[in-house]
Protein backbone atom coordinates (compact mmCIF):
# COMPACT_ATOMS: atom_id res chain seq x y z
CA UNK A 1 0.00 0.00 0.00
CA UNK A 2 1.56 3.36 -1.09
CA UNK A 3 1.89 6.03 1.50
CA UNK A 4 -0.77 8.28 2.12
CA UNK A 5 0.44 11.98 0.22
CA UNK A 6 0.47 14.44 3.35
CA UNK A 7 -0.39 17.58 0.75
CA UNK A 8 0.65 21.49 1.85
CA UNK A 9 -2.10 22.56 -0.80
CA UNK A 10 -5.19 22.34 1.48
CA UNK A 11 -3.02 23.13 4.53
CA UNK A 12 -2.19 26.44 3.11
CA UNK A 13 -5.98 26.55 1.90
CA UNK A 14 -6.92 26.72 5.39
CA UNK A 15 -4.23 29.27 6.21
CA UNK A 16 -4.90 31.71 3.52
CA UNK A 17 -8.78 31.62 4.89
CA UNK A 18 -7.49 32.47 8.03
CA UNK A 19 -5.19 35.32 6.66
CA UNK A 20 -8.04 36.59 4.79
CA UNK A 21 -10.15 36.77 8.35
CA UNK A 22 -7.01 38.77 9.64
CA UNK A 23 -6.78 41.44 6.22
CA UNK A 24 -10.66 41.66 6.81
CA UNK A 25 -10.93 42.28 9.98
CA UNK A 26 -7.96 45.14 9.81
CA UNK A 27 -8.93 46.29 6.43
CA UNK A 28 -12.46 47.21 9.31
CA UNK A 29 -10.32 48.47 11.59
CA UNK A 30 -8.86 50.90 8.92
CA UNK A 31 -5.61 48.82 8.85
CA UNK A 32 -3.86 47.71 5.98
CA UNK A 33 -1.49 44.65 6.25
CA UNK A 34 1.94 45.97 5.28
CA UNK A 35 5.16 43.33 4.70
CA UNK A 36 8.56 44.28 3.95
CA UNK A 37 11.22 41.75 2.67
CA UNK A 38 14.56 42.83 2.90
CA UNK A 39 16.51 41.18 0.00
CA UNK A 40 20.47 41.28 -0.02
CA UNK A 41 21.24 37.76 -2.44
CA UNK A 42 20.88 37.81 -6.13
CA UNK A 43 20.46 34.21 -6.24
CA UNK A 44 17.60 33.19 -8.94
CA UNK A 45 16.14 30.58 -6.14
CA UNK A 46 15.31 33.59 -3.57
CA UNK A 47 14.10 35.94 -6.37
CA UNK A 48 11.91 32.92 -7.20
CA UNK A 49 10.33 32.43 -3.71
CA UNK A 50 10.36 36.57 -3.13
CA UNK A 51 7.80 36.82 -6.64
CA UNK A 52 6.11 33.76 -5.12
CA UNK A 53 5.44 35.60 -1.55
CA UNK A 54 4.41 38.80 -3.52
CA UNK A 55 1.83 37.62 -5.70
CA UNK A 56 0.28 34.96 -2.47
CA UNK A 57 0.39 38.38 -0.52
CA UNK A 58 -1.00 40.37 -3.46
CA UNK A 59 -4.08 37.98 -3.81
CA UNK A 60 -4.90 38.28 0.32
CA UNK A 61 -4.63 42.37 -0.06
CA UNK A 62 -1.35 42.26 2.03
CA UNK A 63 1.06 45.05 0.97
CA UNK A 64 4.08 43.56 0.30
CA UNK A 65 7.33 45.82 -0.24
CA UNK A 66 10.50 44.12 -1.12
CA UNK A 67 13.83 46.24 -0.45
CA UNK A 68 16.67 45.20 -2.62
CA UNK A 69 20.03 45.56 -1.01
CA UNK A 70 23.40 44.72 -2.53
CA UNK A 71 24.42 41.35 -2.31
CA UNK A 72 27.70 42.57 -0.67
CA UNK A 73 25.43 44.66 1.91
CA UNK A 74 27.31 45.17 4.98
CA UNK A 75 25.52 44.68 8.67
CA UNK A 76 24.90 47.89 9.55
CA UNK A 77 23.40 48.81 6.04
CA UNK A 78 21.15 45.51 6.77
CA UNK A 79 20.25 46.26 10.56
CA UNK A 80 19.71 50.26 9.22
CA UNK A 81 17.09 48.99 7.13
CA UNK A 82 15.60 46.53 9.40
CA UNK A 83 15.82 49.01 12.29
CA UNK A 84 13.59 51.47 10.40
CA UNK A 85 11.20 48.71 8.99
CA UNK A 86 10.61 48.34 12.88
CA UNK A 87 9.99 51.67 13.38
CA UNK A 88 7.67 52.24 10.78
CA UNK A 89 3.96 51.76 12.42
CA UNK A 90 2.55 50.63 8.41
CA UNK A 91 4.87 48.09 9.01
CA UNK A 92 3.34 44.77 10.60
CA UNK A 93 6.14 42.16 9.55
CA UNK A 94 9.68 41.99 8.49
CA UNK A 95 10.90 39.00 6.84
CA UNK A 96 15.11 39.03 5.48
CA UNK A 97 15.34 36.57 2.67
CA UNK A 98 18.06 34.26 2.60
CA UNK A 99 21.20 33.68 1.93
CA UNK A 100 22.42 36.67 3.62
CA UNK A 101 25.88 37.71 2.44
CA UNK A 102 28.92 35.89 3.26
CA UNK A 103 30.40 36.17 6.58
CA UNK A 104 27.47 37.66 7.91
CA UNK A 105 24.60 35.07 10.64
CA UNK A 106 20.76 35.72 9.71
CA UNK A 107 19.83 35.79 13.65
CA UNK A 108 22.54 38.52 14.35
CA UNK A 109 20.59 40.41 11.44
CA UNK A 110 17.58 39.94 12.69
CA UNK A 111 18.12 40.85 15.88
CA UNK A 112 17.25 44.27 14.64
CA UNK A 113 14.08 43.62 13.95
CA UNK A 114 11.06 44.39 16.55
CA UNK A 115 10.11 40.68 17.84
CA UNK A 116 6.29 41.77 17.70
CA UNK A 117 7.06 42.64 13.76
CA UNK A 118 9.87 39.09 13.08
CA UNK A 119 7.12 37.12 11.05
CA UNK A 120 9.83 34.13 10.37
CA UNK A 121 10.92 33.91 13.96
CA UNK A 122 14.46 34.61 12.56
CA UNK A 123 15.79 36.51 15.59
CA UNK A 124 17.10 35.26 18.79
CA UNK A 125 14.45 36.89 20.81
CA UNK A 126 11.77 34.66 18.97
CA UNK A 127 14.03 31.70 19.00
CA UNK A 128 14.36 31.88 22.29
CA UNK A 129 10.74 32.51 23.43
CA UNK A 130 10.27 29.36 21.04
CA UNK A 131 12.62 27.04 23.11
CA UNK A 132 11.50 28.85 26.42
CA UNK A 133 7.77 28.00 25.42
CA UNK A 134 6.52 31.87 25.56
CA UNK A 135 4.07 32.98 22.70
CA UNK A 136 6.22 34.05 19.63
CA UNK A 137 6.51 33.89 16.23
CA UNK A 138 8.78 30.54 15.24
CA UNK A 139 10.45 30.46 11.33
CA UNK A 140 7.67 29.80 9.01
CA UNK A 141 8.52 26.55 7.53
CA UNK A 142 8.89 24.93 10.59
CA UNK A 143 5.49 26.33 11.69
CA UNK A 144 4.62 24.66 8.22
CA UNK A 145 5.44 21.17 9.12
CA UNK A 146 3.72 21.40 12.39
CA UNK A 147 0.33 22.22 10.43
CA UNK A 148 1.09 20.08 7.73
CA UNK A 149 1.30 17.32 10.66
CA UNK A 150 -1.61 18.47 12.36
CA UNK A 151 -3.95 18.59 9.54
CA UNK A 152 -3.32 15.22 8.49
CA UNK A 153 -3.66 14.08 12.21
CA UNK A 154 -0.36 12.85 12.60
CA UNK A 155 -0.34 11.94 16.66
CA UNK A 156 2.84 13.35 18.20
CA UNK A 157 2.82 13.36 21.97
CA UNK A 158 4.87 10.16 23.29
CA UNK A 159 6.00 9.41 19.61
CA UNK A 160 9.71 9.56 18.98
CA UNK A 161 10.29 12.03 15.97
CA UNK A 162 13.81 12.36 13.96
CA UNK A 163 14.85 15.39 12.35
CA UNK A 164 17.61 15.11 9.85
CA UNK A 165 19.14 19.20 9.67
CA UNK A 166 20.08 21.38 12.14
CA UNK A 167 19.33 24.41 10.27
CA UNK A 168 18.08 27.58 12.24
CA UNK A 169 15.34 27.83 9.92
CA UNK A 170 13.79 24.10 10.02
CA UNK A 171 15.86 21.31 11.95
CA UNK A 172 16.83 22.75 14.64
CA UNK A 173 13.25 25.11 15.68
CA UNK A 174 10.99 22.30 14.11
CA UNK A 175 12.58 20.33 16.81
CA UNK A 176 11.53 22.94 19.30
CA UNK A 177 8.11 22.39 18.30
CA UNK A 178 7.69 18.83 18.34
CA UNK A 179 9.25 18.75 21.71
CA UNK A 180 6.40 21.09 22.68
CA UNK A 181 3.79 18.58 21.52
CA UNK A 182 5.75 15.78 23.74
CA UNK A 183 7.28 14.09 20.88
CA UNK A 184 10.69 12.43 21.81
CA UNK A 185 13.50 14.15 19.54
CA UNK A 186 16.34 13.39 17.81
CA UNK A 187 18.35 15.79 16.06
CA UNK A 188 20.43 14.43 12.99
CA UNK A 189 23.41 16.13 11.19
CA UNK A 190 26.67 15.59 8.99
CA UNK A 191 28.26 14.09 11.96
CA UNK A 192 25.73 11.26 12.91
CA UNK A 193 26.94 8.00 12.93
CA UNK A 194 24.74 5.18 11.00
CA UNK A 195 22.05 7.78 9.69
CA UNK A 196 19.75 5.15 8.88
CA UNK A 197 19.25 2.98 12.16
CA UNK A 198 18.50 6.47 14.00
CA UNK A 199 15.52 7.42 11.01
CA UNK A 200 14.36 3.75 11.41
CA UNK A 201 13.25 4.64 14.78
CA UNK A 202 11.22 7.61 13.76
CA UNK A 203 7.35 7.39 13.74
CA UNK A 204 7.49 11.00 12.39
CA UNK A 205 10.49 11.95 10.60
CA UNK A 206 11.56 15.18 8.95
CA UNK A 207 14.16 15.93 6.39
CA UNK A 208 15.39 18.86 6.18
CA UNK A 209 19.13 18.93 4.44
CA UNK A 210 19.04 20.18 0.84
CA UNK A 211 20.29 17.13 -0.89
CA UNK A 212 18.35 15.51 -3.15
CA UNK A 213 16.83 11.88 -3.00
CA UNK A 214 18.68 11.63 0.10
CA UNK A 215 16.98 10.09 2.26
CA UNK A 216 15.97 6.19 1.05
CA UNK A 217 13.41 3.18 1.63
CA UNK A 218 16.18 2.21 3.46
CA UNK A 219 16.15 4.76 6.20
CA UNK A 220 12.65 4.50 7.01
CA UNK A 221 10.53 2.40 9.33
CA UNK A 222 7.56 0.68 7.23
CA UNK A 223 4.71 3.33 8.29
CA UNK A 224 6.24 6.20 9.56
CA UNK A 225 5.44 9.56 8.47
CA UNK A 226 7.66 11.55 6.29
CA UNK A 227 7.82 15.27 6.03
CA UNK A 228 10.40 16.26 3.02
CA UNK A 229 11.17 20.19 3.37
CA UNK A 230 13.99 19.67 0.74
CA UNK A 231 13.48 22.04 -1.97
CA UNK A 232 16.30 21.03 -4.72
CA UNK A 233 16.02 22.54 -7.92
CA UNK A 234 17.40 19.46 -10.35
CA UNK A 235 19.17 19.88 -13.61
CA UNK A 236 15.65 19.88 -15.60
CA UNK A 237 14.61 22.49 -13.46
CA UNK A 238 12.37 20.91 -11.46
CA UNK A 239 11.72 21.12 -7.82
CA UNK A 240 13.22 17.61 -6.27
CA UNK A 241 12.75 16.95 -2.74
CA UNK A 242 15.35 15.46 0.32
CA UNK A 243 13.64 12.26 -0.07
CA UNK A 244 13.71 9.49 -2.90
CA UNK A 245 9.66 9.30 -3.09
CA UNK A 246 9.85 6.61 -5.45
CA UNK A 247 11.55 4.11 -2.77
CA UNK A 248 10.11 5.94 0.43
CA UNK A 249 6.52 5.92 -0.96
CA UNK A 250 6.65 2.05 -0.82
CA UNK A 251 7.43 1.83 2.93
CA UNK A 252 5.89 5.03 4.46
CA UNK A 253 2.64 5.54 5.81
CA UNK A 254 2.53 9.12 4.98
CA UNK A 255 4.76 11.23 2.74
CA UNK A 256 4.85 14.90 2.09
CA UNK A 257 4.41 15.54 -1.83
CA UNK A 258 7.48 18.00 -3.13
CA UNK A 259 6.16 19.79 -4.84
CA UNK A 260 2.70 20.69 -3.11
CA UNK A 261 4.01 19.57 0.64
CA UNK A 262 5.57 21.86 3.11
CA UNK A 263 6.21 24.69 0.63
CA UNK A 264 2.84 26.04 -0.58
CA UNK A 265 2.31 25.53 3.31
CA UNK A 266 5.09 27.69 4.11
CA UNK A 267 4.12 30.51 1.75
CA UNK A 268 0.40 30.59 3.15
CA UNK A 269 2.12 30.36 7.15
CA UNK A 270 4.41 33.10 6.50
CA UNK A 271 1.98 35.28 5.28
CA UNK A 272 -0.55 34.31 8.00
CA UNK A 273 1.59 36.04 10.69
CA UNK A 274 1.96 39.91 9.57
CA UNK A 275 -1.82 39.31 8.59
CA UNK A 276 -2.20 38.69 12.22
CA UNK A 277 0.63 41.00 13.62
CA UNK A 278 -1.84 43.74 11.57
CA UNK A 279 -4.73 42.40 13.32
CA UNK A 280 -3.51 42.92 16.86
CA UNK A 281 -1.14 39.88 16.74
CA UNK A 282 -0.08 37.62 19.41
CA UNK A 283 0.61 38.48 22.81
CA UNK A 284 4.54 38.51 23.07
CA UNK A 285 4.71 39.85 26.76
CA UNK B 1 35.23 -2.52 36.33
CA UNK B 2 33.66 0.21 38.04
CA UNK B 3 32.38 3.33 36.07
CA UNK B 4 35.31 5.98 35.99
CA UNK B 5 34.30 8.98 38.56
CA UNK B 6 33.58 12.05 36.51
CA UNK B 7 34.57 14.20 39.53
CA UNK B 8 33.92 18.11 39.34
CA UNK B 9 36.01 19.49 42.22
CA UNK B 10 38.94 19.11 39.88
CA UNK B 11 37.15 20.69 37.13
CA UNK B 12 35.88 23.43 39.59
CA UNK B 13 38.96 24.22 40.72
CA UNK B 14 40.16 25.05 37.18
CA UNK B 15 37.33 27.37 36.36
CA UNK B 16 37.98 29.34 40.05
CA UNK B 17 41.42 29.59 38.67
CA UNK B 18 40.24 31.46 35.59
CA UNK B 19 37.99 33.17 36.93
CA UNK B 20 40.55 34.42 39.72
CA UNK B 21 42.55 35.57 36.55
CA UNK B 22 39.91 37.66 35.97
CA UNK B 23 38.94 39.15 38.96
CA UNK B 24 42.30 39.86 39.35
CA UNK B 25 42.70 41.35 35.85
CA UNK B 26 39.66 43.60 36.32
CA UNK B 27 41.10 44.85 39.79
CA UNK B 28 44.39 45.77 37.92
CA UNK B 29 41.63 48.15 35.84
CA UNK B 30 39.88 49.48 38.95
CA UNK B 31 37.29 47.39 38.71
CA UNK B 32 35.80 45.12 41.20
CA UNK B 33 33.58 42.12 39.73
CA UNK B 34 30.01 42.32 41.39
CA UNK B 35 27.15 39.79 41.12
CA UNK B 36 23.77 40.30 42.36
CA UNK B 37 21.36 37.03 42.90
CA UNK B 38 17.66 38.27 43.11
CA UNK B 39 16.00 36.11 45.32
CA UNK B 40 11.66 35.69 45.91
CA UNK B 41 11.29 32.41 47.56
CA UNK B 42 11.49 31.03 50.61
CA UNK B 43 12.42 27.68 49.86
CA UNK B 44 15.37 26.17 52.39
CA UNK B 45 17.04 24.76 48.61
CA UNK B 46 17.22 28.13 47.54
CA UNK B 47 18.75 29.70 50.42
CA UNK B 48 21.17 27.00 51.16
CA UNK B 49 22.18 27.50 47.41
CA UNK B 50 22.62 31.17 47.44
CA UNK B 51 24.60 31.00 50.64
CA UNK B 52 27.25 28.48 49.05
CA UNK B 53 26.90 30.63 45.76
CA UNK B 54 27.89 34.07 48.03
CA UNK B 55 31.00 32.01 49.99
CA UNK B 56 32.15 30.62 46.93
CA UNK B 57 32.39 34.69 45.62
CA UNK B 58 33.77 36.01 49.09
CA UNK B 59 36.39 33.46 48.46
CA UNK B 60 37.11 34.54 44.65
CA UNK B 61 37.08 38.35 45.89
CA UNK B 62 33.13 38.79 43.68
CA UNK B 63 31.46 41.03 45.85
CA UNK B 64 27.92 39.24 45.98
CA UNK B 65 24.93 40.78 46.85
CA UNK B 66 21.70 39.48 47.37
CA UNK B 67 18.34 41.33 46.82
CA UNK B 68 15.65 39.40 48.64
CA UNK B 69 11.85 39.88 47.30
CA UNK B 70 8.45 38.67 48.50
CA UNK B 71 8.14 34.85 47.40
CA UNK B 72 4.61 36.44 46.14
CA UNK B 73 6.64 39.59 44.00
CA UNK B 74 4.90 40.31 40.67
CA UNK B 75 7.28 40.10 37.56
CA UNK B 76 6.55 43.80 37.42
CA UNK B 77 8.26 44.16 40.72
CA UNK B 78 11.19 41.44 40.33
CA UNK B 79 11.64 43.09 36.68
CA UNK B 80 12.34 46.22 37.85
CA UNK B 81 15.05 44.75 39.99
CA UNK B 82 16.78 43.34 37.22
CA UNK B 83 16.29 45.98 34.98
CA UNK B 84 17.77 48.96 37.84
CA UNK B 85 20.65 46.56 38.08
CA UNK B 86 21.42 46.35 34.29
CA UNK B 87 21.53 49.96 34.49
CA UNK B 88 24.14 50.13 36.88
CA UNK B 89 27.53 50.25 35.32
CA UNK B 90 28.83 48.27 39.29
CA UNK B 91 26.87 45.36 38.21
CA UNK B 92 28.80 42.68 36.01
CA UNK B 93 26.16 39.80 36.30
CA UNK B 94 22.37 38.99 37.22
CA UNK B 95 21.16 35.91 38.39
CA UNK B 96 17.36 34.97 39.47
CA UNK B 97 16.74 32.30 41.77
CA UNK B 98 14.33 29.38 41.03
CA UNK B 99 12.23 29.04 41.86
CA UNK B 100 10.50 31.95 40.85
CA UNK B 101 6.94 32.99 42.42
CA UNK B 102 3.64 30.50 41.03
CA UNK B 103 2.53 31.63 37.76
CA UNK B 104 5.64 33.50 36.67
CA UNK B 105 8.25 32.25 34.16
CA UNK B 106 11.72 32.87 34.46
CA UNK B 107 12.88 33.13 30.87
CA UNK B 108 10.10 36.23 30.47
CA UNK B 109 11.50 37.51 33.92
CA UNK B 110 15.06 37.41 32.54
CA UNK B 111 14.08 39.59 29.75
CA UNK B 112 14.81 42.66 32.01
CA UNK B 113 17.97 41.21 32.14
CA UNK B 114 21.12 43.22 29.97
CA UNK B 115 22.27 40.04 27.79
CA UNK B 116 25.98 41.09 28.92
CA UNK B 117 24.99 40.45 32.41
CA UNK B 118 22.74 37.31 31.78
CA UNK B 119 25.77 35.18 33.30
CA UNK B 120 23.57 32.40 33.78
CA UNK B 121 21.74 32.21 30.52
CA UNK B 122 18.16 32.86 31.55
CA UNK B 123 16.63 35.41 28.91
CA UNK B 124 14.63 34.46 25.24
CA UNK B 125 17.84 36.63 23.87
CA UNK B 126 20.72 34.47 25.43
CA UNK B 127 18.74 30.92 24.76
CA UNK B 128 18.43 32.26 21.37
CA UNK B 129 21.92 33.20 20.55
CA UNK B 130 22.81 29.57 22.29
CA UNK B 131 20.25 28.18 19.50
CA UNK B 132 21.81 30.40 17.07
CA UNK B 133 25.91 29.03 17.86
CA UNK B 134 26.16 33.29 18.52
CA UNK B 135 28.23 34.05 21.14
CA UNK B 136 26.51 34.40 24.78
CA UNK B 137 26.31 33.18 28.58
CA UNK B 138 24.83 29.47 28.08
CA UNK B 139 22.88 28.36 31.54
CA UNK B 140 25.97 27.47 33.73
CA UNK B 141 24.33 24.24 34.38
CA UNK B 142 24.38 23.27 31.50
CA UNK B 143 27.83 24.72 30.73
CA UNK B 144 29.01 22.77 33.76
CA UNK B 145 27.90 19.46 32.04
CA UNK B 146 30.21 19.94 28.94
CA UNK B 147 33.25 21.39 31.14
CA UNK B 148 33.01 18.15 33.15
CA UNK B 149 32.38 16.14 29.70
CA UNK B 150 35.46 18.06 28.40
CA UNK B 151 37.61 17.68 31.51
CA UNK B 152 37.64 13.95 31.69
CA UNK B 153 38.35 13.60 27.94
CA UNK B 154 34.72 12.33 26.63
CA UNK B 155 34.58 12.81 23.01
CA UNK B 156 31.28 14.31 21.27
CA UNK B 157 31.64 14.84 17.57
CA UNK B 158 29.23 12.45 15.91
CA UNK B 159 28.57 10.09 19.15
CA UNK B 160 25.15 9.35 20.26
CA UNK B 161 23.96 11.83 23.37
CA UNK B 162 20.79 11.50 25.20
CA UNK B 163 19.52 14.08 27.46
CA UNK B 164 16.48 12.89 30.07
CA UNK B 165 15.05 15.93 31.05
CA UNK B 166 14.17 19.29 29.56
CA UNK B 167 13.97 22.28 31.39
CA UNK B 168 15.10 25.66 30.27
CA UNK B 169 18.02 25.33 32.95
CA UNK B 170 19.47 22.00 31.59
CA UNK B 171 17.98 19.72 28.96
CA UNK B 172 17.11 21.79 26.57
CA UNK B 173 20.38 24.27 27.07
CA UNK B 174 23.03 21.61 27.38
CA UNK B 175 21.05 19.71 23.98
CA UNK B 176 22.11 22.64 22.24
CA UNK B 177 25.43 22.43 23.56
CA UNK B 178 26.04 19.05 22.64
CA UNK B 179 24.41 19.80 18.94
CA UNK B 180 26.88 22.61 18.41
CA UNK B 181 29.69 20.00 19.23
CA UNK B 182 28.79 17.86 16.44
CA UNK B 183 27.00 15.09 19.05
CA UNK B 184 23.49 13.33 17.68
CA UNK B 185 21.30 13.98 20.32
CA UNK B 186 18.05 13.15 21.69
CA UNK B 187 15.98 14.61 23.96
CA UNK B 188 13.46 12.56 26.50
CA UNK B 189 11.18 13.68 29.23
CA UNK B 190 8.21 12.43 30.71
CA UNK B 191 6.29 11.78 27.72
CA UNK B 192 8.51 9.04 26.41
CA UNK B 193 7.73 5.67 25.50
CA UNK B 194 10.48 2.78 26.36
CA UNK B 195 12.63 5.42 27.67
CA UNK B 196 15.55 2.38 28.73
CA UNK B 197 15.65 1.26 25.08
CA UNK B 198 16.28 5.26 24.40
CA UNK B 199 19.01 5.99 26.70
CA UNK B 200 20.77 2.41 25.89
CA UNK B 201 21.47 3.77 22.77
CA UNK B 202 23.38 6.41 24.02
CA UNK B 203 27.28 6.86 24.73
CA UNK B 204 27.04 9.53 26.40
CA UNK B 205 24.07 10.11 28.99
CA UNK B 206 22.72 13.30 30.60
CA UNK B 207 20.45 13.10 33.36
CA UNK B 208 18.38 16.37 34.83
CA UNK B 209 14.92 15.24 35.59
CA UNK B 210 14.58 15.50 39.64
CA UNK B 211 13.99 11.89 40.60
CA UNK B 212 16.00 10.17 43.41
CA UNK B 213 17.97 7.37 41.40
CA UNK B 214 15.60 7.60 38.52
CA UNK B 215 18.27 6.12 35.90
CA UNK B 216 19.37 2.39 36.74
CA UNK B 217 21.37 -0.27 35.17
CA UNK B 218 19.08 -1.15 32.53
CA UNK B 219 18.81 2.51 31.44
CA UNK B 220 22.87 2.30 30.57
CA UNK B 221 24.83 0.77 27.54
CA UNK B 222 27.89 -0.58 29.11
CA UNK B 223 30.77 1.24 28.48
CA UNK B 224 28.68 5.04 28.38
CA UNK B 225 29.33 8.04 30.09
CA UNK B 226 26.91 9.55 32.72
CA UNK B 227 26.33 12.37 33.84
CA UNK B 228 23.54 12.98 36.77
CA UNK B 229 22.81 16.61 37.24
CA UNK B 230 20.30 15.81 39.71
CA UNK B 231 20.22 17.12 43.34
CA UNK B 232 17.38 15.78 45.41
CA UNK B 233 17.31 15.50 49.23
CA UNK B 234 17.06 12.57 49.96
CA UNK B 235 14.73 11.31 53.97
CA UNK B 236 18.53 11.76 56.16
CA UNK B 237 18.73 15.14 54.40
CA UNK B 238 21.81 13.79 52.06
CA UNK B 239 22.15 14.77 48.52
CA UNK B 240 21.19 12.20 45.74
CA UNK B 241 21.20 12.00 42.12
CA UNK B 242 18.64 10.89 39.31
CA UNK B 243 20.97 8.16 39.06
CA UNK B 244 21.16 4.84 40.99
CA UNK B 245 24.92 5.30 41.11
CA UNK B 246 25.35 1.87 42.70
CA UNK B 247 23.88 0.06 40.06
CA UNK B 248 24.83 2.46 37.27
CA UNK B 249 28.73 2.05 38.02
CA UNK B 250 28.74 -1.51 37.49
CA UNK B 251 27.53 -0.60 33.53
CA UNK B 252 29.30 2.62 33.00
CA UNK B 253 32.03 3.43 31.40
CA UNK B 254 32.39 6.79 33.65
CA UNK B 255 29.64 8.47 35.82
CA UNK B 256 29.88 11.75 37.88
CA UNK B 257 29.04 11.67 40.92
CA UNK B 258 26.05 13.53 43.53
CA UNK B 259 27.48 15.00 45.24
CA UNK B 260 30.82 16.25 43.87
CA UNK B 261 30.09 16.03 40.60
CA UNK B 262 28.42 18.66 38.13
CA UNK B 263 27.46 20.60 41.07
CA UNK B 264 30.21 21.80 42.23
CA UNK B 265 31.60 22.88 38.44
CA UNK B 266 28.44 24.47 38.25
CA UNK B 267 29.11 27.15 41.10
CA UNK B 268 31.96 27.56 40.19
CA UNK B 269 31.29 27.91 36.17
CA UNK B 270 27.96 30.40 36.90
CA UNK B 271 30.89 32.58 39.94
CA UNK B 272 33.65 32.57 36.18
CA UNK B 273 30.92 34.39 34.22
CA UNK B 274 30.90 37.66 35.81
CA UNK B 275 34.60 37.67 36.76
CA UNK B 276 34.68 37.54 32.58
CA UNK B 277 32.31 40.23 32.13
CA UNK B 278 33.94 42.87 34.71
CA UNK B 279 37.25 41.37 33.06
CA UNK B 280 35.34 42.76 29.64
CA UNK B 281 33.08 39.81 28.60
CA UNK B 282 32.56 38.04 25.50
CA UNK B 283 31.53 39.83 22.55
CA UNK B 284 28.10 39.33 22.74
CA UNK B 285 27.72 41.53 19.03
Keep these: ?69 RPDATAAEIMAVLRAQSADTAVHGIVVQAPVPAGLALAELASAIEPVKDVDGASPISLGRLMAG ?43 LLLARNATVTVCHSHTADLASITRSADVLVVAVGRPRFITAEHVRPGAVVVDVGTNTSANGS ?3 DVDDASVASVAGGLSPVPGGVGPATTARLLLNPATAAAGGPDLG
Design 134 to 176: LPTFAPATAQAVLELLDYHGVELDGRRAVVVGRSLVVGKPVAQ
Design 239 to 241: LVG
Design 1 to 69: MPAESLGGREVAARLRALAAESVASSAAAGITAHFAIVVATREESAAWYVRTLSAAAARLNIECEVLAL
